[in-house]
C-alpha cells in the first residue's frame, strides 16, 4: 500500500521531534543522562513468546495418589465440580494437572461421576483428598454439575470439563477477577487445543441464538484476546461463580437436559440479574473440545446442541434483539460500544511516576463511564507487567507484533473510536494527521500531561541558561500548535489553564489534574518516623530537588533531630543523585515497587521542588496516605492547598528546614494536617472529581 500524506507527516514529525526533543535534554541533563534516556526509549522489548504446545501431565497407569492440601481444604474459598461419565483415562489427566499445580486459595475437587461403565468407580476412591460423588443413574451434564454444586462448601463453584488440562494459576486467576472488577457475576477462563492456538476467548451469542467461540485458531498472544472483557457467554468447560448466585438462579436450567446451551443460559440468566460475565486471558485451561461428546451435531448427545439452540433463542428472545446478526465477523470494532483511544510515548508503570498514575486512573475512569478504553504506546513495545496490569484492567492494549506502525494501525483501527486522547505534545503532533484522517468521527483531545513549555521556562529560569530558554519557546510553539489543531486540551492546573486563556485565547481548555483513590489514614504520629521523598530521576526538577534538599536543608535538620533519617525513592537516579548517598542520614532506595510502606510508616513527605510545571503527583499521592507535606511554593502550585491548613510552605533552605522540625515535633498540626490533605484528594484530585470534565470534554456526555 502507497505512503499517504498523513503517513508521511507521520514519519517526518517523528523524525523532527525526535531530534528536538535529544538536543532539549543534552541542554538540560547532558550527554550521560541523555543517553540512558536513550537507550530506554528505543531498547526492543520483545512481546511474550507464544506458548508452544500446553504444559500436561504423562499418560503412565493409573496408582493410587494424594492431591496437594490446597485442592483438599475442609474449608474452601472454592468447590471445583468435575462431572464425568466414562473417559477415566482424561479424567486422570485432569486430576493430575491440579495436582501438579496446587491452587494459592482454598479448594476443594468434586468428582461426579454420571453413571460411568469403566474403571471410574474403582479407582476414584484411590485418590486421595478428591471428594467422588457417584449419582444412582446415569442423568446427563446437567444434571451432574446441579448434584456438585448442591455438595459444595465454597463460597465459589467453579465447574471445570474432565477432558481439560489445567494450566499453573488458572483457578487464581479466575478468583481475582471477582476482586479486580466490579458486578461480576461469572468469570471464564482462556480454552486452548493442546497445540496452543486459541479454542475460545470469551463467547459471542448472535440474535438467533446461534454461537462463535470468538478467538478460534488464533494467537493467544494476540492482543485482540489478551485483556479482560465482558463476554456474551463463557463455555462451561472451566467457569467460575458464586455459588449463591448459582443456587438464586437454580442451578444449570433442565431445559437444556441433558447437556448444551446451559453455560450459555445460565450467562444470560446473571447478567439478567445486574451482573457481569466476564473472559479471564490468564486463567489457561486446555481443552480437547468434543473428547467426551464428540463433535457432530447430528449424531449423540451433540445433537442436542441444535435443539437447544432453539429453546434458548425463545427463552431470550428480548435479550437477543440487541445482539450482532448471525453471519458478522466479531471483530473488538463489534464488540465494544463506546470506545476511547488512549496514544501516549510509553506504557504506564503508576509505581514509578504520578503522569503514570494518573493516566491509568483516568482509563479507571473511563471504564466506570462505560467507555471501552485501547491503549497504544507510541513505541508500540511490551513493557512487561505494564501491560499486563493495563490487560487485567480490561484494557485492550496494543503492542508489537500485533500492532502495526501508527499509519497501518490508525488505517485499521482508526473508524472505531469515539474520541481519540493524545498524550504529550511530541506524541500528539505525530498522531494528530493520522487521527484526523483515518478516525474524522472521533472527538481529538490532548492530554499536556504538565504543559511542557512551562515547565522547561522555569527550568531555564533557576538555571540561568539561555540556549534552555530558547528551547523552552520552541516547545512553546509546537505545544500551542497541538492545541490550536485539538478539539479540546486537558491540562492538570488553574495555573496552566488561565496561561493558555492568554496563550490560546481559541482553545477549548479543561482541568483534569492528579487522579487518586484514598488509601486512607495509615499509622498514626506516634507509629511514625523520617522523611520520604518520591520522584523518578529521569525528571530534571526532582533531580535538582533532591540536590538542593540533601545539599542545603538536611544538615540544618540533623543539627536539631540528628536521628532523622532522609528515604529517598525513585527510579533512574543520576550518578549525581547517587554520589549523595553517603551523606550523613540518607538512604537511598532507588525504585520501589510497593512504597504503601513508606507512605504509611514515614512522619513526613517532602516536596523541595524548584521550578517544574503541573501538579505534583508526590504530594496528591502522601496527602492520600494521610501523610503530612513540607514543600515548595512550585511544588503546590495550583493544587487547592495552603501554607498552615493543609501543608506547610517554605522556598528558602532555613525556612524549609525549620518547616520540617516543627511538623516532626508537632503531633496536633501533623494530625491536622493528614486530616485537610485527606479531604483536599477527595475533594480536587479524586476520580469524582474529575468525572464531569471527563464525561464532557472526552465522552461528549452533557
Partial sequence: MSMTPADARFFFRRALGLVHRGLSSLHARGWRATWERTKVQFARRAAPSPQAAPWRPGRSPFAPFAMPAAWSSPAPTASVVIPVYGQFARTLECLRALAAHPCAAAAEVIVVDDGSPDETPEAMPRIEGVRYHRRAQNGGFIAACND??????????????????????????????????????????????????????????????????YGRFESPEDCRYAYVRDCDYASGAAIALPRALFEDIGGFSTLYAPAYYEDTDLAFAVRARGKRVLYQPESVVVHDEGGTAGTDVNTGQKAYQVRNQAKFAERWRDAL???????????????????????DALTPRPDHDSGSLRMVNLMRLLQQEGAHVVFLPANRAHDGEATLALQRMGVEAWHAPWAERAPAWFRMHGPRFDAIVLCRHYVASEMLPLARRHAPQARVVFDSVDLHYLRERRGAEVAGDRALARAAERTRALELDVIARSDATLVVSDVEQ??????????????????????????????????????????????????????????????????????????????????????????????????????????????????????????????????????????????????????????????????????????????????????????HFSLDAARPVVREVVLGIE
Fill in 148 to 213: 456438585g454444586a448442591a455438595l459444595a462448601r465454597g463460597e465459589y463453584v467453579v465447574f471445570l470439563n474432565n477432558d481439560t488440562i489445567p494450566q499453573a494459576g488458572w483457578l487464581d486467576a479466575l478468583l481475582r477477577t471477582f476482586e479486580d472488577h466490579a458486578d461480576v457475576g461469572l468469570v471464564g477462563a482462556q480454552l486452548r487445543y493442546p497445540d496452543g492456538r486459541l479454542q475460545e476467548a470469551g463467547g459471542v451469542v448472535f440474535s438467533d441464538g446461534s454461537a462463535w467461540n
Fill in 498 to 683: 488561565a496561561l493558555l486563556a492568554t496563550d490560546a485565547p481559541n482553545a477549548r481548555v479543561a482541568v483534569v489534574s492528579n487522579l487518586h483513590r484514598i488509601a486512607g489514614a495509615g499509622h498514626p504520629f506516634v507509629e511514625r518516623s523520617d522523611l520520604v521523598f518520591v520522584g523518578g530521576f529521569r525528571h530534571p526538577p526532582n533531580v535538582d530537588a533532591v540536590r538542593w534538599f540533601i545539599g542545603d536543608i538536611l544538615p540544618r535538620v540533623r543539627e536539631r533531630l540528628p536521628a532523622i533519617r532522609f528515604h529517598c525513592i525513585g527510579s533512574h537516579a543520576t550518578e549525581e543523585i547517587l554520589a549523595l548517598a553517603d551523606r550523613p542520614g540518607v538512604v537511598m532506595h532507588g525504585h520501589v515497587p510497593d512504597i504503601a510502606p513508606f507512605m504509611d510508616g514515614a512522619r513526613i513527605a517532602l516536596a523541595p521542588l524548584r521550578f517544574g510545571a503541573g501538579v505534583k503527583g508526590k504530594v496528591n499521592l502522601s496527602m492520600a496516605h494521610g501523610q503530612p507535606v513540607v514543600a515548595t511554593s512550585c511544588a503546590v502550585e495550583g493544587m487547592h492547598l495552603h501554607d498552615g491548613e493543609d501543608v506547610l510552605v517554605a522556598d528558602e533552605a532555613n525556612a524549609f528546614a525549620d518547616a520540617i522540625v516543627r511538623l516532626h515535633e508537632d503531633e496536633a498540626l501533623w494530625t491536622r494536617l493528614r486530616d485537610a490533605g485527606l479531604h483536599s484528594v477527595a475533594r
Fill in 321 to 343: 434483539a440487541t445482539h450482532l446478526p448471525p453471519g458478522t465477523v466479531p471483530t473488538p470494532a463489534n464488540l465494544h460500544k463506546r470506545q476511547v483511544l488512549i496514544v
